[in-house]
């Protein structure tokens, strides 16, 4: 299994509040990506890091913030948690390789936070 | 842009019968991935196969086999002598562009629910 752990697994909290997701990473991976899952839509792209400190938007960003300042860790926060941000998220990692053909290795994920706001 | 649509919301089949997921991809690339992944009931995201756009070669692992079409723009999966286990969310997904950044951000289709009864 991929080193990718998410913390916490599952979270409850009102509108309004702040709330942070961590993902962990034992891979040394450079590429990390934040999705979340909803009925429907299958999974979306968030915010994606290609490095430390380097950060981009997905396809949903709004209301929702990044921080990577290791290699291992990647935080997404929602500054004031709405319910439609009820949702499961799920961190994934990647590398890309340059050796005789260059190649990404496979996208792994995390097994997810549910994350409910009442 | 990139599209992924999964027209079957759900199939129900008995053990032992042999299934077809059907996956139907559009981008305006010539270099992308196309994914699919398993997620049971557990929740978490198996990465099942990738398959880069110049392999149009068919693929097997055991009871799976996987047929990649760019003429009809199809990856579709299907599994032999279907088990409880393969009870479980289905994703496909694609990939636009080769490697780096790019390569993590997937767009997934929304998901085939496959319920296998004994």
């Known amino acids: 299994d991929a080193g990718i752990t998410q913390s916490p697994r599952h979270k409850v909290t009102e509108t309004g509040t702040p709330v942070t997701l961590r993902c962990h990473q034992t891979?040394?991976?450079?590429?990390m990506y934040w999705y979340r899952q909803d009925p429907g839509h299958g999974l979306r792209l968030i915010h994606y890091?290609?490095?430390?400190?380097?950060?981009d938007k997905g396809e949903v960003s709004d209301g929702y913030s990044v921080s990577r300042s290791k290699t291992e860790d990647f935080l997404l926060t929602l500054e004031s948690a709405t319910s439609s941000q009820t949702s499961v998220y799920f961190c994934?990692?990647?590398?890309?390789?340059?050796?005789?053909?260059?190649?990404?290795?496979?996208?792994?994920f995390g097994n997810g936070t549910r994350l409910t706001v009442t | 842009a990139q599209k992924v649509t999964q027209a079957q919301t759900e199939i129900s089949v008995v053990e032992k019968e042999d299934v077809t997921l059907d996956c139907v991809y559009e981008?305006?690339?010539?270099?992308?991935?196309l994914f699919w992944y398993k997620q049971p009931p557990s929740g978490e995201l198996v990465f099942l196969i990738r398959?880069?756009?110049?392999?149009?070669q068919n693929e097997i692992s055991g009871r799976y086999s996987w047929n990649f079409q760019k003429s009809t723009s199809s990856f579709n999966f299907t599994i032999t002598a279907s088990q409880v286990v393969d009870s479980a969310v289905y994703f496909c997904?694609?990939?636009?562009?080769?490697?780096?950044?790019?390569?993590?951000?997937?767009?997934f289709g929304q998901g085939t629910i496959l319920t296998v009864h004994p």
């Open positions: 994934a990692i990647s590398e890309f390789f340059m050796v005789q053909s260059s190649y990404n290795s496979p996208l792994h």
């Open positions: 891979e040394n991976h450079r590429y």
């Open positions: 890091s290609y490095g430390v400190k380097d950060t």
């Open positions: 981008t305006r690339d010539t270099t992308y991935y």
């Open positions: 398959r880069n756009s110049f392999d149009e």
């Open positions: 997904a694609l990939s636009e562009n080769a490697g780096g950044t790019s390569y993590g951000k997937l767009t």
